[in-house]
């Protein structure tokens, strides 16, 4: 596009705010965001501006516009088919004008994506030797590929359905195909990919061995605490303690026998008594959908433990996952669980409200103190 509308070739070098050339291919992939939804109302306008197509460039100043005509064309080509910009330039070809430094200064750059990391740097079964240099960072993720919801058109037609791959996930799948396929050597698979740490302060370990640990991460939620696991192991077997604290998992996924990630590695740490109790819920797998905070809430030989490691030991409780519903009801249930306990003993005939109002209460203390930490994504 830039080729035929401006003459730029693709591995032209050009210079940014006075830095280093770089190639004008890597600018597009990697320094502007053209495959997320596009969601920028100045960024259509602005594309309508330069459309040269007089249809093309009035539908895309009325979806700029916040009038019902613009926000219904927003929910149909954002909310519903997740346009991107490429998807814009794609269906609106006089817009296909756009220069490179028109993309430049109306798109935002590419949002890093954040993963937890799910190994330890004791677990020497997991580092791996590249180009002389010790590695032993892996993580885990969940491929985003999914349908739009599809409608019918005009002649009665289904039309709308398009299949939506994630930018960063897409992009991760493709690189970790070689491992899954291949029986070559590590070292000569491993692909080029720019990484970077963000090192927490908060969403650690325990500083010592005999504070129980309650982890729940269903999904993707259980990377971190792959990594916590396998350090803990590794601190306990070169510890001269004899003891440790209990470790309860929760974790979860929709079938036992299809996408339960760590399956063995979490039933391998039970076996070793790494893990104390290991609680995993299936969403799909029976007649009712069953989720870690119902495995938290209906589970009686888990819930006195739990009271006991949390309350009379204090414990750490560790929430990893989805920051939307997942995280918020299992702090319900937990309120629920803890409240009903402090009040049998303060008032036995206590209220539903002041339980879990005192549950809410012990919950923020533990925030507060650290004993609670939540590492949730949206």
Request: net charge negative; hydrophobic share 40%.
């Amino acid at each position: 596009m830039l080729k035929k509308e401006h003459g730029i070739n693709p591995s032209q070098e050009v210079s940014l705010d006075n830095g280093p050339p770089i190639v004008v291919e890597d600018i597009i992939r990697e320094k502007i965001d053209i495959c997320t939804v596009l969601k920028n109302r100045k960024v259509l306008y602005s594309l309508s501006q330069i459309a040269t197509d007089p249809l093309e460039s009035s539908v895309l100043e009325l979806m700029s516009t916040k009038t019902e005509a613009g926000n219904r064309l927003m929910d149909v080509f954002f909310h519903e088919q997740r346009y991107s910009f490429i998807d814009i330039l794609r269906n609106f070809p006089s817009c296909q004008r756009i220069s490179l430094d028109s993309m430049l200064s109306l798109l935002p750059p590419i949002a890093p994506r954040y993963y937890s990391v799910s190994s330890s740097p004791l677990d020497e079964k997991r580092t791996i030797k590249v180009n002389n240099d010790l590695t032993s960072v892996t993580v885990a993720f969940s491929v985003v590929d999914y349908l739009t919801p599809s409608r019918k058109g005009n002649n009665g037609e289904e039309v709308g359905l398009r299949r939506i791959h994630g930018v960063a996930t897409g992009k991760l799948e493709a690189l970790a195909a070689p491992f899954l396929t291949s029986m070559s050597s590590l070292s000569a698979l491993v692909p080029p990919l720019k990484i970077f740490p963000k090192p927490t302060e908060e969403f650690l370990l325990p500083t010592k061995l005999e504070t129980p640990m309650i982890l729940i991460g269903p999904g993707t939620g259980i990377s971190p605490f792959m990594g916590f696991l396998e350090h803990r192991k590794a601190l306990l077997d070169t510890s001269i303690h004899e003891h440790a604290g209990n470790v309860i998992v929760f974790c979860g996924c929709r079938r036992k026998d299809h996408d339960w990630l760590y399956k063995d590695e979490l039933e391998r740490l039970t076996d070793e008594r790494i893990i104390s109790r290991l609680l995993p819920a299936f969403s799909r797998d029976g007649p009712e959908k069953e989720y870690v905070q119902h495995v938290m809430k209906y589970d009686a030989s888990c819930i006195d433990l739990l009271l006991d490691m949390i309350i009379q030991k204090e414990g750490q409780v560790y929430i990893c996952g989805d920051g939307n519903k997942m995280a918020h009801d299992v702090q319900d249930v937990l309120s629920e669980l803890i409240g009903a306990h402090l009040m049998s003993v303060e008032r036995p005939a206590a209220s539903n409200a002041l339980i879990v109002e005192k549950g809410k209460h012990y919950l923020d203390d533990m925030k507060a103190r650290g004993r609670l930490l939540l590492d949730i994504w949206s």
